[in-house]
């Protein structure tokens, strides 16, 4: 039987106040923990101390999203879906073990979703026992504002507006804070802090790289899946000004009542918001919705370059072979001839199908032919710049990695956005079209001890796993996380190169770029 305990052994004292979570089955978890307050429309502030014990057995609320949330594709993503509410400044954390004197490493994770959606919990995989069981680490996972709340510049409105551009960034900020203040109680180093996300979890890592306030508060970053191109996701030119008094205008409010903005429901806030943006994007305008840059914020790391703090934080960075490919695989790829593979092919790829097929097989010899019509450009490409970008600061090493995998779905389907994150959480018994047995396993085993080791001492590399050197520049050693796990030099420099010229579209989220 698996043991639980849920009293005094299991209560912690945080910097504000006694919390109590509980034990099961080898570790202590407690959910819901606030790590800061804050209105409508304000900046993040220290919670107030508070008398007796506060539970902390119950995840928090999350924020609220712009649109219903409509469950699909959850054999290739399983979600979990939570209550909402503006007041979601929480966070989770995970331990084997509550000494003080523990000093576990610790990993923070930053949730996907963009900038206006998800949550800590939102996939199952994001469950953070396994991790700290196995790799012997305290994991905390983290609930901010998103969308219109977090995101909608409002400082021409007066000085109490101040940052409203970035509140969801000043919300990530404060609970690194918190981490750093109190997660010793929890088992946790403070000075071995690792922030790690996907998707829009992981351009909040390369972000946060870009913020000073947060330089103090973390030591290593992991970005899955996080780097886009300029352009994919526009927020716009100058300030929230014209957003903001168009937003008004609809809801029948002048400029002197832009205080209201702060009371309304926050249904009218985003039926304002979708019924101006669309004149607003077309003008070329601020639209919100991402990080605003500005003293505080100094600017996408793609976009705007490495700050000085950035150049030396030890970096492991990667993507999924073939991300944004969630349409339904209709054909039997084991059973195609090689006249329909070429008919695909061309299809997709033009004048350019056969060079995209030579050099394909040059950098996926272990892979068929046909999955060329899978492989990824949008989030590979930028990746890829921002390597060769941190792979010139000698300051600290940068780990790039690819994870490969082909799953039992749709009768062999090549890894897509989120599939490589059971493996890094430890996690795949979660997610049952991630296992193969001896197969994803042993794949997660090496995957997850990389990421641990990466996390301990900013080197990822063990016994089961090929030597995995730092990107040079000009030298990308990319880290293949496949059934057979090699490491391949620049292997796909001209492939993306090649593609980029055959000019494929690909959808992300409703942008077709």
Not at 106 to 131: F, K, P, R, T
Not at 197 to 209: N, R, Y
Request: charged share 25%; net charge negative.
């Amino acid at each position: 039987m698996k043991q639980f305990m849920c009293d005094e052994r299991t209560t912690v004292k945080t910097k504000a106040g006694l919390v109590k979570g509980y034990f099961f089955d080898g570790y202590y978890v407690f959910k819901g923990v606030h790590y800061a307050e804050a209105d409508r429309y304000e900046l993040p502030k220290d919670v107030e101390p508070w008398e007796g014990v506060k539970d902390a057995t119950s995840f928090g609320f999350v924020c609220p999203l712009m649109g219903k949330e409509t469950p699909s594709g959850e054999l290739l993503v399983p979600h979990a879906y939570w209550p909402q509410d503006e007041h979601c400044q929480n966070l989770n954390v995970w331990s084997t073990d509550l000494c003080p004197e523990a000093k576990k490493p610790v990993m923070v994770w930053l949730h996907g979703g963009g900038y206006s959606a998800g949550s800590s919990i939102e996939q199952v995989c994001y469950d953070g026992a396994n991790m700290a069981r196995c790799g012997d680490v305290v994991v905390v996972t983290i609930n901010h504002r998103l969308n219109i709340l977090g995101y909608l510049d409002l400082s021409e409105f007066g000085e109490e507006y101040a940052n409203t551009g970035n509140l969801g960034h000043a919300d990530m900020v404060a609970a690194l804070k918190w981490v750093h203040e109190n997660i010793a109680a929890f088992g946790g180093d403070p000075e071995n802090v690792t922030i790690f996300g996907q998707s829009g979890g992981g351009m909040k890592v390369t972000d946060l790289m870009n913020i000073p306030a947060a330089d103090e508060y973390f030591q290593k970053g992991i970005c899955i899946s996080g780097a886009i191109e300029p352009g994919i996701m526009p927020a716009g030119e100058g300030s929230g000004r014209p957003l903001v008094e168009a937003m008004l205008k609809y809801l029948g409010l002048t400029v002197d009542q832009v205080g209201e903005l702060k009371t309304l429901p926050y249904t009218k806030l985003v039926e304002a918001y979708q019924a101006v943006v669309p004149e607003i994007q077309k003008q070329g305008l601020y639209t919100g919705q991402r990080p605003f840059v500005n003293d505080w914020f100094l600017g996408r790391l793609e976009e705007t370059g490495l700050s000085e703090h950035a150049k030396k934080v030890p970096l492991m960075i990667g993507t999924v072979f073939g991300e944004f490919a969630f349409a339904p695989q209709t054909y039997d790829k084991y059973a195609l001839s090689e006249e329909e593979v070429k008919k695909m092919t061309a299809d997709k790829y033009g004048d350019h199908a056969e060079r995209m097929s030579e050099l394909f097989a040059e950098a996926y010899p272990e892979k068929l032919p046909v999955d060329v019509l899978t492989v990824d450009g949008l989030f590979r490409r930028p990746t890829k710049a921002v390597i060769q970008a941190k792979a010139a600061c000698d300051e600290s090493p940068t780990y790039a990695y690819l994870f490969g995998f082909e799953f039992p779905v749709e009768g062999g389907k090549l890894a897509w956005h989120c599939s490589d994150l059971p493996f890094f959480f430890h996690n795949i018994d979660l997610v049952p079209s991630a296992n193969v047995p001896g197969v994803s396993d042993k794949l997660q085993e090496q995957l997850f001890t990389a990421v641990m080791n990466f996390a301990k001492t900013g080197d990822p590399n063990h016994a089961e796993i090929p030597f995995w050197p730092a990107s040079k520049p000009g030298d990308e050693a990319t880290m293949i996380f496949d059934r057979t796990c090699v490491v391949r030099h620049n292997h796909d420099d001209e492939l993306l190169k090649e593609q980029k010229a055959a000019a494929v579209k690909f959808v992300f989220g409703n942008i077709q770029h």
